[in-house]
């Protein structure tokens, strides 16, 4: 079966630097995309990734690796309107997107 | 970025009625659009893939009868909820694909069944 895994939840402080893994096992790949969605509102695009390597874009970058099936996203200089859910999800072979459940990112002062 | 918009972003509906809600691409045409649920805390469920000028195609235990979609032109989706009942109140959103890897998020309606 297909499955994407990444934490529940998360804690950081203002200003600092936060990692959010992301797994996948799916039935072909074509692209693995990172959304953030704040409560009560659609999620909205941070990142596409499809070859290995890591993808900088301002504060937030986001790494792929397809042998190891991971990825990550980076978030630096970390505010608090980042607190938010960030939602991994993989393009199938099919071109369907397969999602994580989400990761709760709560930012501390 | 693209823009999809979604009517009514809120509504609240006795349980037995009926309720359309629209999906639009502003600005692309979409041959494909998603219609997602969100339960609170929830990841997002992909309830059905809406191809234009064709049938939906259904995921596995989403009642086709009960969730009507129509995708009749390129740039309009409807999700229309029959029967409505409290269990259906959810957060629905839809997405619309212009390319095999460009896909873009509505903001979402909130249903609410009583």
């Known amino acids: 079966g297909q499955n994407i895994d990444q934490p529940t939840e998360m804690t950081a402080t203002e200003g600092a630097i936060v990692q959010i893994n992301c797994t996948y096992q799916?039935?072909?790949?074509?692209?693995l995309f990172w959304y953030q969605q704040h409560a009560g509102e659609a999620p909205t695009f941070l990142s596409y990734?499809?070859l290995d390597g890591l993808e900088e874009k301002g504060r937030f970058s986001s790494f792929l690796s397809r042998s190891k099936g991971y990825s990550y996203l980076l978030l630096k200089e970390l505010q608090m309107k980042d607190s938010a859910s960030y939602l991994c999800?993989?393009?199938?072979?099919?071109?369907?997107?397969?999602w994580g459940a989400g990761t709760k990112l709560i930012i501390k002062p | 970025g693209a823009v999809v918009s979604q009517h009514p972003s809120w509504v609240i509906c006795k349980s037995g009625t009926s309720v359309k809600i629209e999906c639009r691409s502003l600005?692309?045409?979409?041959?494909?659009m998603f219609w997602y649920r969100q339960f609170p805390k929830q990841s997002l469920m992909l309830m059905a893939t809406?191809?234009?000028?064709?049938?939906?195609?259904?995921e596995q235990g989403v009642e086709k009868d009960k969730f009507l979609i129509n995708h009749a032109s390129l740039t309009l989706s409807t999700l229309t909820v029959t029967s409505a009942h409290p269990e259906d109140s959810s957060f629905y959103i839809c997405?619309?694909?212009?390319?095999?890897?460009?896909?873009?998020f509505g903001p979402g309606t909130r249903l609410t069944v009583t």
């Open positions: 999800a993989v393009l199938d072979s099919n071109y369907q997107l397969i």
């Open positions: 799916t039935s072909g790949f074509n692209g």
């Open positions: 997405s619309a694909r212009m390319t095999e890897n460009e896909q873009y």
């Open positions: 600005d692309f045409q979409a041959t494909t």
């Open positions: 990734n499809v």
């Open positions: 809406s191809n234009e000028g064709s049938k939906a195609t259904y």
